[in-house]
C-alpha cells in the first residue's frame, strides 16, 4: 500500500506552453531526494486537462523512467468519458505506472448509479490498482460515501482521494472503508487530522514546494504523534490556503518559478498568477521558510 505523502505534480513549461522536460526530470529527481513517498503524474495540478492524448501518456512514461522504480508513480487516468478513462489507464499499465488516480467524471454530472458503473467498468476493464477521486469543488459532481462504499472491495478499487476537506465526513468515509481500501487526504489544510483518524496519506499540492517539511508531516500523523504532526504543519498552514487563492496549478506554478525550480509556462484557460496575488503567495512562502 502506498502510504504518505504523494505529491501531485506539476507540469513545468516553457513559456509558449511546450513541456519543459529537463525541469520535469528535476522536479522528480528532488523530490525523491527531499522523501516524497510517491508521484502522481498528470493529475489536476498536472493540467491534464489541457494536455493532449500523446503529452498524457509522454508525460507518464517520462515520470516513470526518471523515478526509476525508487518511489511509486500513480498515474492520474480520469476522464469523463468512460471509454477514454479506460483507454488511459490501459496506457499508464503498459508504461509502468503503480497505480491510477480517477477523478470523478466532470460537467456530465453522472448520478450515483453512474459513477457506481463508471468505476466498476475501469476496474473490470484494466488490471491496475486504482484510486477514486472525489473533487466536488472542481468536477461539479459529488461521489457519496455511500457509492464509495458500494465499490469497496472491487478487484483493482485499492483506494479513494477525498478532496472534500470535510473532515466529519472523510472520517465516516474511513469507518465505512478504511478496511478494504486506503483513504487520502486530498485537501492540504486538514490531511493531518485525517491521517490521524486513519487515512494512508495525502496527495498534496503543497508538497510541490515543501516536499521535505510534508513529508514529515504525513509521517509524524501516520505514527500517531498528534503533537508533532501539528508543530511541523504550522509553518505550512498560509501555503494550503493561498495556493488556492487563484485556480491550482496557477499559484503553486508561480511559487515554483519564484524558487527557480520551472519557468513561466502554463497553459490557457489557465494564466499565470496575478500582481495583486503574488505578494500574498510570497508571504506564506516565506512563513514556510521556502523564501
Request: a negative charge; proline letters at 5%.
Amino acid at each position: 500500500m502506498i502510504t504518505g505523502s504523494l505529491v501531485a505534480l506539476v507540469t513545468p513549461m516553457h513559456p509558449d506552453g511546450a513541456i519543459d522536460w529537463p525541469a520535469l526530470k528535476a522536479l522528480v529527481e528532488w523530490h525523491i531526494a527531499e522523501g516524497t513517498h510517491a508521484i502522481v503524474a498528470v493529475g489536476t495540478t498536472g493540467e491534464s486537462a489541457t494536455l493532449d492524448v500523446n503529452e498524457h501518456c509522454d508525460v507518464i512514461r517520462f515520470v516513470v523512467e526518471t523515478a526509476s522504480g525508487r518511489i511509486p508513480v500513480i498515474a492520474g487516468t480520469g476522464a469523463n468519458s468512460t471509454r477514454e478513462a479506460i483507454e488511459l489507464s490501459r496506457s499508464a499499465k503498459e508504461l509502468g505506472a503503480d497505480a491510477c488516480l480517477l477523478v470523478t467524471p466532470y460537467y456530465n454530472k453522472p448520478t450515483q448509479e453512474g459513477l457506481y458503473r463508471h468505476y466498476r467498468a475501469i476496474a473490470e476493464a484494466v488490471q491496475i490498482p486504482q484510486i477514486l477521486y472525489n473533487v466536488p469543488g472542481r468536477t461539479g459532481v459529488d461521489m457519496s460515501n455511500a457509492t464509495v462504499a458500494r465499490l469497496a472491495g472491487t478487484p483493482n478499487i485499492v483506494g479513494i482521494k477525498d478532496a472534500t476537506g470535510n473532515l466529519e465526513r472523510g472520517r465516516e468515509l474511513i469507518g465505512l472503508v478504511g478496511n478494504r481500501m486506503a483513504v487520502y487526504s486530498g485537501d492540504d489544510a486538514t490531511a493531518w487530522e485525517l491521517i490521524l483518524a486513519g487515512a494512508r496519506g495525502n496527495i498534496s499540492v503543497t508538497a510541490n514546494v515543501a516536499p521535505r517539511l510534508m513529508s514529515a508531516v504525513c509521517e509524524a500523523a501516520l505514527d500517531g504523534k498528534t503533537d508533532l504532526a501539528r508543530q511541523l504543519n504550522e509553518p505550512l498552514e498560509g501555503l494550503h490556503k493561498q495556493l488556492f487563492i487563484e485556480s491550482n496549478p496557477i499559484p503553486v506554478k508561480w511559487a515554483l518559478q519564484q524558487m527557480g525550480r520551472i519557468q513561466t509556462g502554463i497553459r490557457l484557460p489557465l494564466t499565470w498568477l496575478t500582481t495583486e496575488s503574488g505578494p500574498v503567495v510570497k508571504t506564506a512562502m516565506q512563513q514556510a521558510g521556502l523564501v
